[in-house]
């Protein structure tokens, strides 16, 4: 089984584009071969009319119930920068920051530093916080992840991060027993300050003129959901390719292996023939690869409808490349997590498109692979968090219920 979810795919009519959206406009023979060749269907990935964020949508993807399984961005965020999340740890998005005297943020992302930041989180990670083990490693630019992991402890605490210049907040328990994760955070933050402060890595920064990253604010506290992990959930041995931090980390967090690709940077310079070529790999000792192209996404933010058809027909030539090696009986799934129109530049709630082909797929009368051509396939129109048990029929995977 091959998955193949392109971030943010799926888009609107654009008025200035012959009312076309980014997929009827692109040439991609590839993606209408996965349609013509098997069954199609709209997915709302949540739920209708509820705009998926990329974390959550991916957990839907791969058969989670989101509202169960979703625990905040932390623990994904610190799955995904490569710590091992525990359960009972608590884990936070970070970012360096710089504070003056009077403990006020004047840069949230300390001149959005570059450099340094793998020596400043060896600072600060492995110290002791009473019982409670401080874990931290930088994240790209100039964000980082925070574990504590130790007894009683809790995620129910409001953020130090102020969100914008102006006084670090006290970290409170939002109810009593969160009351100690709150007091282990607001010493984290301000040992953060003390030894950032000294660390030569900021010497030089305040040398050069730049803002020192001289502080760490913590946001977004979460713990581990109670996750079935997904090879032990469907009997397959799964393997990721994406480039990420956040989807990879999902993808660490329900069980598989996340691959390293070089060159896959989850940007639009992302090396798409790597990627697929890394993927095809993983199919000779897996049974599931999924697979994660980010750059329609961010052509969605950006707005950019041409971007977004280049994107697409990139795309479609690595898919082009990976079906030509393919045999039929692989079972292979092409779809978006949400749409990200370039007209909003942002993610909407409207439903992705979604074709499944090889295997037992029934073959359907759709023959191009779009928003709208999809929609009168014989998939019809399913939920995010059926598509798993749906690809796992077709591919004579599931399991019997009753005699
Ligand atoms: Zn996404
Ligand atoms: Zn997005």
């Known amino acids: 089984m091959l998955m193949i979810v392109c971030d943010g795919m799926s888009d609107r ?44 949508a991916h957990l839907a993807l791969f058969g989670y119930d989101p509202y169960k399984a979703y625990s905040g961005r932390g623990p994904i ?15 936070f998005r970070c970012n360096f920051a710089t504070v003056d005297k009077s403990m006020s943020v004047t840069d949230r992302r300390a001149g959005r530093i570059k450099s340094g930041t793998a020596e400043l989180a060896k600072a600060l990670s492995g110290r002791k916080i ?54 282990v955070v607001n010493e984290f933050v301000r040992m953060s300050h003390v030894v950032l402060d000294k660390s030569p890595v900021n010497k030089d920064r305040r040398a050069e003129g730049l803002p020192p990253a001289n502080i760490v604010l913590p946001r977004g506290a979460g713990s581990l959901g109670e996750l079935e992990p997904m090879p032990r959930m469907y009997g397959v041995k799964c393997a990721a390719v994406a480039g990420v931090t956040l989807v990879r980390g999902i993808c660490r967090m329900v069980g598989m292996d996340v691959l390293d690709v070089p060159g896959a940077t989850g940007g639009l ?68 997590d949400h749409s990200t129109p370039v007209s909003v530049r942002d993610h909407s709630a409207d439903p992705v498109p979604v074709a499944i082909s090889g295997g037992g797929a029934r073959i359907d009368h759709v023959k191009e692979f779009d928003e709208m051509s999809v929609a009168s396939g014989a998939l019809g129109r399913i939920r995010g968090k059926d598509l798993m048990p749906t690809v796992m029929g077709v591919a004579d995977r599931a399991k019997k219920f009753g005699a």
């Open 13 to 56: 009519p654009a008025k200035d584009f012959d009312r076309k959206t980014p997929l009827q406009a692109a040439r991609k023979p590839a993606m209408d071969a996965v349609a013509r060749h098997g069954v199609n269907g709209v997915m709302d990935v949540i739920a209708p009319g509820v705009v998926p964020g990329s974390d959550t």
């Open 269 to 336: 310079d992302t090396d798409y023939k790597a990627k697929g070529d890394a993927a095809m790999r993983a199919l000779d000792s897996h049974d599931f690869v999924f697979m994660n192209v980010k750059a329609c996404d961010v052509a969605g933010h950006d707005g950019d409808f041409r971007l977004k058809v280049q994107v697409i027909e990139s795309i479609d030539s690595m898919l082009e490349g990976m079906l030509r090696d393919l045999h039929e009986d692989v079972v292979v799934v092409l779809t978006a």
């Open 130 to 183: 009473g019982d409670v083990q401080v874990m931290f490693k930088e994240g790209s630019e100039h964000r980082g992840v925070l574990l504590l992991r130790g007894p009683g402890l809790d995620p129910r605490v409001t953020d130090a991060d102020p969100h914008h210049e102006g006084k670090v907040l006290e970290s409170k328990g939002l109810v009593p027993e969160a009351e100690k994760t709150a007091r």
């Open 77 to 91: 965020e610190a799955a995904g920068a490569g710590l091992e999340v525990r359960k009972g740890d608590v884990a």
